[in-house]
Nanobody, 123 residues
């Protein structure tokens, strides 16, 4: 069982930056691929960014590529999502998810989820 707790969500002005964190406990963090998804009101949950269990493989949704960076610190059992140049379309609940050595953008491939952290972008 892996427990995930996201943090860092808040209100930010358009064009600003924010770093989300996802702290993991209860499992061998380094064995898990980590992913960030987001869900805006009335919309489906969508893929944002992925990082492999060793950190060597990263993948981004086209809408965030070049502005968002996913990273992980296996010594701290934490992964991060650095978000720059935020626009109002980025406003959503952001969820981190863990999957055992998964390489996928699909929500169904991830076994463990956090409760989410809310990002609001003011224009």
């Amino acid at each position: 069982q892996v427990n995930l707790v996201e943090s860092g969500g808040r209100v930010v002005q358009a064009g600003g930056s924010l770093r989300l964190s996802c702290a993991a406990s209860g499992g061998a963090f380094m064995r898990y691929s980590m992913c960030w998804f987001r869900q805006a009101p009335g919309k489906e949950r969508e893929f944002v960014a992925y990082i492999g269990w060793m950190g060597g493989i990263r993948d981004y949704a086209a809408s965030v590529k070049g502005r968002f960076t996913i990273s992980r610190d296996n010594a701290k059992n934490t992964d991060y999502l650095q978000m720059n140049s935020l626009n109002p379309e980025a406003a959503a609940f952001y969820y981190c998810a863990a999957g055992l050595r998964v390489q996928s953008r699909r929500t169904g491939e991830y076994d463990y989820w956090g409760q989410g952290t809310q990002v609001t972008v003011s224009s």
